[in-house]
């Protein structure tokens, strides 16, 4: 059974920093693409950043420059570095594995964590 544990929100002040973690299992991790999402109340959830199996790096305009994607496979476990956090970035960042389709949909992806809570406030 696969499961994916994220991990590492919580709340902070605009210009602050936050590191997240995923915590994969019951997968093959090494040759799975990995993804963050992440869903504002009263908004649909979106692409935050990708990871390949072998490493390339995809972000939303929205976050990149400020966000990092990486991942260590011996670990099974991918992060999401986030720094200068803006009041918009507050949200519930998910954790997902690619199965097929286009990178930058939820459909896209087969295997979803449980969502760790991200807010940016003053």
Known sequence: ????VESGGG??????????????S???????DMAWFRQAPGKEREFVSAITWSGNLY????????FTISRDNAKNTVF??????????T??????AFTGGSRYSTNSYGD???????TISS
């Open 112 to 118: 979803w964590g449980q969502g760790t809570q991200v």
């Open 11 to 24: 709340l902070v002040q605009p210009g602050a920093s936050l590191r997240l973690s995923c915590a994969a």
């Open 91 to 96: 949200a519930v960042y998910y954790c997902a």
């Open 59 to 66: 972000y939303a305009a929205s976050v990149k420059g400020r």
């Open 26 to 32: 019951g997968l093959t991790f090494s040759t799975y």
């Open 80 to 89: 999401l570095q986030m720094n200068s956090l803006k009041p918009e970035d």
């Open 1 to 4: 059974q696969v499961q994916l």
